[in-house]
């Protein structure tokens, strides 16, 4: 089976400080890894997504995100945080459909809240 | 705004009574997803399609549940007979699909249920 996990339920960063959001993924094969944010009462943004090359995907909004294979890893990263920034993130891995052999739905991390701080 | 609709955004219901979403994808995309999300919890797929052929369903979507897609453009997601514990925010998400690339999803903001 396929997962994401996001360790943290909450980061606490200061304005101006660098920020890290974890996540590490489970499937099989190959990974298309996504990062969404989301504010209160509203839909997912897409922030950035990985599937094949660089390992350092660059998004929206100053955000960064390093695929790391051998560690199943796909932080996301903010050289400096805004307050602005304080909301949900999800990360996500692409999985095969069931009846299909394509890839196309998400699996979603359960979310890490981001409080940015004066 | 050429996002991806929702409506309604907001639906109290009474338990045992049926309920029913739209979702207005991006024009030109030809998949359709619908996901539901809990307090707490990140989106759970549901079901997708691509123009107008259901082409997979999750163990989550009970038989209550039925989702069309007429004419390969806008969806529509029935309950029937809801339950408390369908709750949660449901969301729908479009994407353009070419050969076995998908060039990415975006989400609509979301129709919150509550069943009281």
């Known amino acids: 089976a396929q997962s994401v996990a996001q360790p943290e339920d909450q980061v606490n960063v200061a304005e101006g400080n660098p920020l890290t959001v974890k996540c590490t993924y489970s499937?099989?094969?190959?990974?298309?890894l996504f990062w969404y944010v989301q504010y209160p009462n509203r839909g997912l943004q897409f922030l950035l997504k990985y599937i094949t090359g660089d390992n350092l995907v660059k998004g929206s909004y100053g955000f960064e995100a390093e695929f790391n294979k051998s560690q199943t890893s796909f932080h996301l990263k903010k050289p400096s945080a805004l307050v602005s920034d304080s909301a949900l993130y999800f990360c996500a891995v692409r999985v095969r459909g069931i009846l299909t052999g394509g890839g196309n739905k998400l699996t979603f991390g359960t979310g890490t809240q981001l409080k940015v701080e004066l | 705004d050429t996002g991806v609709s929702q409506d309604p955004r907001h639906k109290i219901t009474k338990r045992g009574q049926n309920v029913t979403f739209r979702c207005d994808p991006i024009s030109e995309h030809n998949r359709l997803y619908w996901y539901r999300q809990t307090l707490g919890q990140g989106p759970e797929f549901l079901t997708y399609f691509q123009n107008e052929a259901q082409l997979e369903k999750s163990r989550l979507l009970s038989d209550r549940f039925s989702a069309e897609r007429p004419k390969g453009s806008f969806s529509t997601l029935e309950i029937q007979r809801t339950e408390q514990g369908d709750s949660a925010m449901y969301l729908c998400?479009?994407?353009?699909?070419?050969?076995?690339?998908?060039?990415?999803?975006?989400f609509g903001s979301g129709t919150r249920l509550t069943v009281v």
């Open positions: 499937v099989s094969g190959n990974p298309y």
């Open positions: 998400a479009s994407s353009l699909a070419t050969g076995r690339v998908s060039h990415g999803y975006t």
